[in-house]
């Protein structure tokens, strides 16, 4: 029966999730790309999924930027970029947006998560303003 309510919340929820997830993806796209942070496929969006791709090789590639981002408690995946060619030195970063938008977190709140990001991605200390952000959304919206 547990299972059962789960199937049911989860599918009353499903379509509405999945469209928040792309546009907040979207939004973070254009944010960081509003902050200097050079974001892949801006010509088509950012994505039309639930995720974007960074390019951060002007910040020391994507192993460095995403140490940097953990160590401010952001947690992202580094990630081959189209010209890469030493999988160990790739360029970007993966930054997906599903976890997030099941916490309520809308576009006005993702463009304070683009700017906590983009500090921390040039170097900055971002922690407490990231628990901040994060202890805003603590309750599931999506479920």
Do not use: C, W
Request: charged share 20%; no cysteine; hydrophobic share 45%.
């Amino acid at each position: 029966p547990a299972l059962l309510v789960a199937i049911r919340e989860m599918r009353q929820h499903a379509a509405a999730y999945a469209t928040q997830v792309v546009h907040n993806a979207q939004s973070l796209g254009q944010a960081l790309d509003d902050e200097g942070i050079r974001v892949e496929a801006r010509d088509f969006g950012y994505t039309a999924s639930h995720q974007i791709a960074v390019n951060v090789a002007a910040y020391g590639g994507g192993v460095p930027v995403a140490q940097r981002l953990e160590a401010n408690d952001i947690i992202v995946n580094y990630n081959l970029l189209p010209g890469d060619t030493e999988p160990r030195n790739p360029s970007g970063l993966r930054i997906g947006v599903q976890e997030m938008t099941r916490y309520g977190m809308r576009e006005d709140a993702i463009q304070q998560l683009a700017g906590l990001l983009a500090d921390a991605i040039k170097g900055k200390t971002v922690t407490a303003a990231v628990h901040a952000l994060r202890a805003a959304y603590s309750t599931l919206q999506y479920v």
